[in-house]
């Protein structure tokens, strides 16, 4: 009855700028951690960022300075803002949720994924 819905993937140029959204719609009592994850051909997936209910944040080393994540709890949305996009960033980027659909029952939840590609 969750889904996670993601948008803003797309083309950009090397040093540009890119803003992902995703939300989460459905049976939700609670959104607990929402973050943001990687994925590039023949790698593994990787955290990028997240952010707890209560803000407070973590950032892979490539991202600290350059992405930012927020979320706006009364519409369920996280976002990843990331700016001077360099070529290796580009990768399948997925929304990772952990909500509660009842107190005390937190569940995982994935996006569908959205590529970014970054050219030189």
């Known amino acids: 009855q969750v889904q996670l819905v993601e948008s803003g993937g797309g083309l950009v140029q090397a040093g540009g700028s890119l803003r992902l959204s995703c939300t989460a719609s459905g049976s939700i009592f609670s959104i607990n951690t929402m973050g943001w994850y990687r994925q590039a051909p023949g790698k593994q997936r990787e955290l990028v960022t997240s952010?707890?209910?209560?803000?407070?944040?973590n950032y892979a080393d490539f991202a600290k300075d350059r992405f930012t994540i927020s979320r706006d709890n009364a519409k369920n949305t996280v976002y990843l803002q990331m700016t001077s996009l360099k070529p290796e960033d580009t990768a399948v980027y997925y929304c990772?949720?952990?909500?509660?659909?009842?107190?005390?029952?937190?569940?995982?939840?994935w996006g569908q994924g959205t590529q970014v590609t970054v050219s030189s």
């Open positions: 952010i707890s209910s209560g803000g407070g944040t």
């Open positions: 990772n949720v952990v909500l509660s659909t009842r107190p005390w029952n937190s569940l995982n939840y």
